[in-house]
């Protein structure tokens, strides 16, 4: 099975509009971390965003929150008043610990999601 | 600045040759990774390095090795027993102690490998 699903291999969100890019995990370590990558064309992959299991409030980074639905285990990117820089693509990533199969400081990643804003 | 350096940016080899592809972090990481990513797909894990002179397999090790003899370079060669080698390469770090979740991977900016 699947440790993160991506279910939009692509979106079309209009410029300065809000997009939502959604991930759904699989995990039964309790304590586990969830990234946001942002891969532009060049290929670097660029952190934007991290929701502990444990944390009570949604993370926010600037024009980037996470939707963090821990009992649907969902955590969902969104992304407000989009810009033309923010056609990528997107991934989801867990960590999870050693007892529950995560190597070492790995994460896990889903196939992508790729955004595409138009002006 | 600090960073990770993966050189070359793409790389063409002839089928059956061995291939090494560099990477270099100024970031004093203790842990570093090597990913494959394919068209299409995220990314997979083919081997990690918690500490210099030590290294684990990852997801998808076949035909692939490295080495770690210094905290700042994990180098991934690229043998000619894996069979499908063309492929975007990134090599990534972390601070990751054991037990901090919430330390990202920082990334280089990848090596484009195609094998003909």
């Known amino acids: 099975a699947q440790k993160i699903t991506q279910t939009q291999p692509g979106m079309f969100v209009q410029e300065k509009e809000a997009v939502t890019l959604d991930c759904t995990y699989d995990t039964s370590d309790p304590s586990y971390g969830l990234f946001w990558y942002k891969q532009p064309s060049s290929g670097e992959m660029i952190f934007l965003i991290y929701?502990?299991?444990?944390?009570?409030q949604n993370a926010t980074e600037g024009r980037y929150s996470l939707n963090f639905q821990k009992a649907r285990k969902s955590a969902n990117l969104v992304i407000s008043a989009s810009q033309l820089g923010d056609s990528a693509m997107y991934f989801c990533a867990m960590r999870e610990g050693l007892n529950y199969g995560g190597s070492q400081g790995n994460l896990i990643f889903g196939k992508g999601t790729k955004l595409s804003v138009k002006p | 600045d600090g960073g990770i350096t993966q050189s070359p940016k793409y790389l063409f080899r002839k089928e059956g040759q061995n291939v090494t592809l560099s990477c270099e972090q100024n970031l004093n990481h203790d842990a570093m990774y090597w990913y494959r990513q394919d068209p299409g797909q995220g990314l997979r894990l083919i081997y990690y390095?918690?500490?210099?002179?030590?290294?684990q397999k990852g997801d998808i090790a076949e035909g692939y090795s490295v080495s770690r003899e210094k905290k700042e370079s994990f180098p991934l060669t690229v043998t000619s027993a894996q069979k499908n080698p063309t492929a975007f390469y990134l090599c990534a770090s972390s601070t990751q102690p054991l037990g901090q979740r919430n330390s990202p991977l920082h990334f280089g900016n990848g090596t484009r490998l195609t094998v003909t």
């Open positions: 929701q502990g299991s444990y944390d009570q």
């Open positions: 390095s918690q500490i210099v002179n030590d290294f």
